[in-house]
């Protein structure tokens, strides 16, 4: 009998050999593979922005009273902004700001050159920019966008009051190691095959449809045993970010060089971690790793959940959110 993952590989590969080019689909057509981007479809709230040296427009949503604080919402690798919606609860206190980072979700798609970290670090400054320029902004980051928020902290301390990291990967190529790889969102080995391969046509749609196909599968660890595999929302993940990101850090020696916390004793703000009981690098492994090296620091365990929080437990994860922020202590200018 076929293996799940096989028989799903190939029915993806076949869809492509037959000339089911997803870029040559009308996106507003029944059986779309995915959704056009925020630059193909003007109806889709958007941002324009510079990125290295270049306009770029990002998909951004915005919840509450403009004049209250911003938080700042980064969505996690494979992942955009439709599973984070849940969070705008939190717009009661303040003016929450979410955007898919350039290349992922709705966003508009960019080349690998622009797929860095650092320039993910840039879009974030620059969507700041924007929505806060004179006041400090909370920033709350899941997955690998927790890594890249902790950049950002490191890079612009004085622009962010407090800051919520849910799982992030090893923040330093040593962590990393410890944790093996376990975080590879979707078997990256594979990706750089498809990406790599003269069968599969090197377009976003393509690479977009076949990481969705995966991320609904059962080949990660990432539920509690025996509990339901609640469905992950998404409506574009960024594959071609995810398979860059992921090569950029596993990849040759720059798994023992790397770290995301260079800078980051600038950062006076307290720092939440988030880990929960089933994730490969939940809150066991944040205690070991990355609460060791991140300043005014503290943990918050969610039981019974693992790296998929929002769609596993929610309600707790909110209170304990609400428990950690302080909207009425965000200063109302940068700087002294």
């Known amino acids: ?81 439709r599973a984070y919606l849940p969070l705008k609860v939190l717009a009661d206190a303040y003016h929450v700001v979410m955007y898919d980072l350039p290349g992922n979700g709705l966003s508009e798609r960019v080349g690998a050159e622009d797929l860095g970290f650092t320039a993910m670090t840039a879009s974030i400054e620059a969507v700041r920019q924007q929505v806060s320029p004179n006041r400090p902004i909370t920033l709350l980051g899941h997955s690998w966008s927790a890594a890249i928020a902790t950049e950002y902290l490191a890079a612009h301390p004085e622009a962010v009051y407090q800051a919520i990291l849910i799982e992030p990967p090893g923040l330093t190529g040593a962590f ?12 990256p080995g594979y990706l750089q095959m498809v990406w790599g391969s003269e069968y599969m046509p090197v377009d976003h749609e393509g690479l977009d449809y076949q990481m969705l196909a995966m991320s609904r599968s059962e080949i990660r660890h990432f539920y509690c045993p025996g509990q339901p595999n609640p469905e992950w929302p998404v409506w574009r993940p960024g594959a071609l970010a995810v398979i860059e990101w992921e090569r950029s850090i596993l990849d040759g020696a720059s798994i023992a060089s790397y770290d995301f916390t260079r800078g980051i004793d600038r950062f006076s703000g307290e720092i939440l971690l988030v880990g929960t009981d089933c994730s490969p690098i939940g809150t066991e492994f944040q205690k070991k790793t990355n609460l060791t090296v991140l300043p005014h620091a503290s943990l918050l365990h969610i039981p019974r959940s693992s790296h998929r929080i929002l769609t596993e437990q929610l309600d707790v994860l909110v209170a304990g959110l609400r428990a950690f922020l302080k909207p009425a202590g965000v200063p109302a200018r940068i700087g002294p």
């Open 1 to 81: 009998m076929l293996h799940p993952l096989r028989a799903r590989m190939m029915f993806v590969l076949g869809l492509l050999l037959l000339g089911v080019e997803p870029s040559c689909i009308d996106a507003s057509s029944p059986g779309t593979l995915v959704p056009p981007t925020v630059d193909q479809d003007p109806n889709l709230p958007g941002m324009n922005i510079v990125l290295r040296g270049a306009k770029r427009r990002v998909h951004v949503r915005t919840f509450g009273d403009a004049s209250k604080p911003v938080l700042l919402v980064l969505p996690g690798s494979a992942s955009d902004i």
């Open 176 to 187: 990393q190691r410890e944790a093996g790889l376990a975080l590879d969102l979707l078997a």
